[in-house]
């Protein structure tokens, strides 16, 4: 046997005695491991850049993840994974992929950054990167993404509380965010807007034919918004899994077709939707709805509990 295949094989014990479901401690991963705590944590640290605990904690989120993307309970995955309270795990949970718990859903990313690309390959298999991406911290874009679909969620909420005067009084008649979309000076309208400029680009990624205006009552819109928020996160996901930005899609949808940057895409809707949401916000006040700002900060301190807007 090569001194590469033993190391290989030194390796997966290493990671066999960590993720065994009765190593809870250090001591009983060594254990397992016939070797000492200390010399443990550095041999297995100096090989994947990742302490014994830090990487069962987070190959169990990412389990936890799967299970919740597959209609798993939150406390059952919350005490599978070793925490002591629903609280506590979906802290941890939110801090680590950008997300609650309540936002995973089928198709959601399950693998968490990682220095060594090690991840769970479902149901209880490691899978190990050749070429592993080096991630340095939070995910910027699926809290963006998050953000926004959670905060228009949220404006809908409002909204359904209106009169249907306040829901279609036109606030701003002269408001148009971009040409081809036409006026948006109401509640309602720009509300159809956020949730129908996600119907059209997904259907433009997944080749889809454009989808027909759906209903705008605030009813209608919490229904189709629930349904494309899930398949929004989802797709950004896979595409940040496949490191796949940089690909182009032909839209035949436009006339004549034209071709975009996936990248762009996402960004293009993240920066209208914000403004989009603001002008909601400004049109709630004026019919005496507090809406808060909107600010991403707020929304991570109300995820992490009110410890500060870092994740």
Known sequence: MSEADSGRDRLRELLDAVLDEDSTTLADMAGRA???PFHFTRTLSRQTGESPVA?????????AAWQIGRGGSVTEAAFGAGYGSVEGFTRAFTRTFGRPPSATGPGSATWAPAPNGIHLHPPVHLWVEQNPRRHTGMDVTALQVHHDVEDTAALIDLAAGLTEEQYRHEWFPDLTVLSWDGPEGSIAACLHRLVHTKEVWLASVEGGDLPAPGGDTAGELRER??????RWVATTADIDRRGAWGDRIVDAICDPPESFLLGGIIAHVLTFAGHRRQMVRHMLRACGSGAGHGDPL???QDRNGGRGGTP
């Open 34 to 36: 016939f070797s000492s």
């Open 225 to 230: 918004h629930a349904r494309v928020a899930r």
């Open 298 to 300: 707020e929304w991570l």
């Open 55 to 63: 990487l069962r904690r987070r190959v169990l989120l990412e389990r």
